[in-house]
């Protein structure tokens, strides 16, 4: 228990938003204040989890962050970590479309494309001639507006661009795809460019293209996002708890959760860090708007099946194959992890995910099947046969946050309803990813010192 007058924060949830937290705290409010986290998992980290497979390490939770966002590098190199920051090879994905592999487009922000020449081949001479005409088709736009990715691009570029250029960018990101996804989660630089006056789609997207940088646009951990976890729960100095909180009202000083075992924790000022689905059980009694805020963001489960195939399994020189539409293939996204980021082993590291919004495939599918699966998947892509000589299958249940048409005015509503002293974090507010994640908790503890 804390000493009398000791500042005492709880933070619920055991990922890299609550861990973050944590560590953030601790920079913030010093050595002499109380950090306890609340979790229930056997493990903390949330979808970020490093297995051994093969005698490597293979992330097979996420596995990359946007390298050009500041977050991460920056967390790294204040941990004493920069060192561990590696980029991919260079090698490209691939798209997998009506039976056959496809270079990835050029010159798309998140598949939707800024000329029609960079989706020949990919879709047939009619959508490029109905993209080529879009500058001069008539076309509205309300500063402000977030229609659903698949509403805009399919007006304006057809439904072909939809299918097989962005939902298989935003299937493997998401587990969702352009009809679950808004413009201004997508692409909101898109969106800007819109706002600020583009007069057309085509337009917008020539003006949302990044300027071309140096260095890989992608990162990883060397050793995996468990030596960041280790860091962060090291540097934090938190106790744990491996309960799990299904309240927290008002107390004499503070808060108090109550945990499902009975047990009681104060706190000056907590962090829930919980996916949006966990939300509302906790919160339904002292925030009732928040927690049906919170109730209307849709969420997504994932599977992946990791392998290790023997040495010298000849796999094209690719980063991964996206896979557009629900052909015969049931994997959405490969990773060829050795090809991304450079073979660490003897043996060649591959990840399937599987999973889309709308699906029960990641709850409902055995172990045995989706190695299956993952086997039959392989041939149909590579035409390649072999026995792995390890795998694992993790899967990530209602982990996906779906970033629907509105979907800000959502989270305003889940923070606007918070009393002072309880604030939130998480892939769910503002952006998937480590680096959004990582802000949101920055966000949240600011808002705890300030207040």
Same mark, same amino acid.
């Given at each position: 228990m804390s000493a009398p007058g000791r500042q005492r924060y709880c933070i619920?949830?055991?990922g890299i938003s609550g861990l973050a937290a944590a560590?953030? +705290?601790?920079?913030?409010?010093?050595?002499?204040?109380?950090? /306890?986290?609340?979790?229930?998992?056997?493990?903390?980290?949330?979808?970020?989890?490093?297995?051994?497979?093969?005698?490597?390490? +293979?992330?097979?939770?996420?596995?990359?962050?946007? =390298?050009?966002? !500041?977050?991460?590098?920056?967390?790294?190199?204040?941990?004493?970590?920069?060192?561990?920051?590696?980029?991919?090879? @260079?090698?490209r994905p691939l798209i997998y479309s009506e039976g056959r592999l496809?270079?990835?487009?050029?010159?798309?922000?998140?598949?939707?494309?800024?000329r029609p020449s960079a989706l020949t081949g990919l879709v047939d001479d009619a959508t490029v001639r109905w993209m080529l005409e879009e500058p001069r088709r008539p076309f509205s736009w309300r500063p402000g507006a977030d229609p659903s990715?698949?509403?805009?691009?399919?007006?304006?570029? @057809?439904?072909?661009?939809?299918?097989?250029?962005?939902?298989?960018?935003?299937?493997?990101?998401?587990?969702?795809?352009?009809? /679950?996804?808004?413009i201004r989660a997508a692409a909101p630089t898109v969106a800007a460019a819109l706002d600020g006056g583009a007069q057309c789609l085509t337009q917008a997207v020539v003006a949302a293209l990044p300027p071309p940088q140096p260095g890989s646009v992608?990162?990883?951990?060397? @050793? @995996?996002?468990?030596?960041?976890i280790d860091e962060l729960v090291r540097r934090s100095g938190l106790e744990w708890a491996q309960v799990a909180v299904r309240g927290l009202r008002r107390a004499a000083r503070g808060w108090e959760l109550l945990d499902d075992e009975g047990g009681r924790w104060g706190a000056d000022a907590v962090v829930l860090a919980v996916p949006a689905p966990r939300l509302p059980a906790v919160i339904a009694d002292l925030a009732p708007r928040s927690a049906a805020a919170a109730r209307r963001i849709p969420v997504a489960s994932a599977a992946v099946?990791?392998?290790?195939?023997?040495?010298?399994?000849?796999? !094209?020189?690719?980063?991964?194959?996206?896979?557009?539409?629900?052909?015969?293939?049931?994997?959405?996204?490969?990773t060829l992890s050795s090809r991304k980021w450079g073979r660490r082993g003897s043996s060649e590291l591959v990840r399937l995910s599987y999973g889309r919004f709308g699906d029960d495939l990641a709850r409902s599918?055995?172990?045995?099947?989706?190695?299956?699966? =993952?086997?039959?998947?392989?041939?149909?892509?590579?035409g390649i046969s072999v026995e792995p000589v390890d795998a694992r299958v993790a899967r990530w249940i209602d982990a996906m946050p779906q970033y629907g048409p509105g979907h800000a005015e959502l989270v305003s509503e889940v923070r606007a309803g918070l009393p002072e002293g309880v604030v939130v974090a998480g892939a769910y507010l503002d952006g998937i990813g480590v680096p959004a994640c990582l802000a949101s908790a920055a966000r949240a503890v600011a808002a705890l010192v300030v207040a």
């Open positions: 619920v949830g055991g560590y953030r +705290l601790r920079v913030a409010a010093g050595p002499d204040v109380s950090i /306890t986290l609340l979790d229930p998992a056997d493990r903390l980290g949330g979808v970020l989890r490093t297995e051994r497979l093969g005698g490597q390490p +293979l992330d097979v939770g996420a596995e990359a962050f946007v =390298a050009r966002r !500041p977050e991460v590098p920056a967390l790294l190199n204040e941990l004493g970590l920069a060192g561990k920051q590696i980029a991919t090879t @260079g090698a496809h270079q990835l487009p050029k010159d798309t922000v998140n598949g939707i494309p800024s990715v698949a509403d805009l691009v399919g007006d304006r570029f @057809g439904e072909q661009v939809v299918v097989r250029s962005v939902d298989p960018l935003l299937a493997g990101v998401y587990s969702g795809s352009a009809a /679950t996804i808004g992608f990162g990883a951990i060397d @050793g @995996g996002y468990q030596v960041l099946v990791a392998l290790a195939l023997p040495g010298g399994t000849p796999l !094209p020189e690719q980063s991964g194959v996206l896979v557009a539409g629900r052909g015969k293939l049931h994997t959405k996204a490969v599918t055995g172990d045995d099947e989706l190695l299956m699966w =993952a086997g039959q998947d392989l041939e149909t892509l590579f």
